[in-house]
């Protein structure tokens, strides 16, 4: 399996600020994805970041809220603007692995919006 | 859309058999995950069904009906540090997207 570093792992911001996470994949992945967990919830998906080309947002998340970079096959980074409250949340990365047809996620980020 | 639906809580004691079900309305299907996520970490993975029937692995076991768009996790001889929620995802068609029901939080008591 792919193991994937991701930081922070926590974070207390101000609201109106930016925040960015980044994920590092220890191999080549084609395919990354962002995902938030809010407290209670289970994880809904935010967008497909492939390397080369802009990312695939789902229905409710848009790129001005949720900038991705991909610069290559093995970093990502998800950037949450403009912060309000209700943005407090965990965000993961994953990816698929590419050995079998498991998924790895990154340790998570927990953000707290103030 | 994606609809995947599975129960909010469940509890059993320690040694018992527990049984989590999931169903699944999805536009396109290449598979159905179930992760294990203890509270303050990442998911880990648990099982991969892609074909109908009964996958083991130790004291795990998933099935899948696909054309019920059913499955169910099945977890014997429970364990106190079993207690975590218990995630059902499908793979959906495009891209290798996993979509994750609400999960379903498993408390064992000795």
């Known amino acids: 399996s792919a193991v994937i570093s991701q930081k922070p792992s926590r974070d207390i911001c101000q609201r109106g600020t930016s925040l960015t996470i980044q994920c590092q994949v220890d191999?080549?992945?084609?395919?990354m994805f962002w995902y938030r967990q809010q407290p209670g919830q289970s994880l809904t998906l935010i967008a497909t970041?492939?390397?080369?080309?802009?990312?695939?947002?789902e229905s409710g998340f848009v790129i001005d809220k949720f900038p991705i970079s991909r610069p290559n096959l093995t970093f990502s980074t998800l950037t949450v603007s403009n912060m309000s409250p209700e943005d407090s949340s965990i965000y993961l990365c994953?990816?698929?692995?590419?050995?079998?047809?498991?998924?790895?996620f990154g340790s998570g980020t927990r953000l707290t919006v103030v | 859309g994606q609809n995947i639906d599975q129960p909010t809580e469940m509890t059993a004691t320690e040694g018992a058999i527990v049984q989590i079900n999931c169903t699944y309305q999805?536009?396109?299907?290449?598979?159905l995950f179930w992760y294990q996520q203890h509270a303050g970490e990442a998911p880990t993975f648990l099982s991969y069904?892609?074909?109908?029937g009964l996958e083991e692995k130790g004291r795990f076991s998933s099935f899948l009906s696909r054309s019920k768009g059913y499955s169910y996790l099945l977890l014997k001889e429970l364990q106190m540090k079993d207690s975590a929620s218990y995630l059902c995802?499908?793979?959906?068609?495009?891209?290798?997207?996993?979509?994750f029901g609400r999960g379903t939080q498993l408390t064992v008591w000795p």
């Open positions: 999805t536009s396109g299907f290449n598979g």
């Open positions: 995802a499908v793979k959906g068609s495009t891209l290798g997207r996993l979509y």
């Open positions: 069904n892609v074909l109908d």
């Open positions: 994953s990816s698929p692995n590419p050995d079998d047809y498991g998924y790895t």
């Open positions: 191999s080549q992945v084609t395919m």
């Open positions: 970041a492939n390397q080369g080309s802009e990312a695939t947002y």
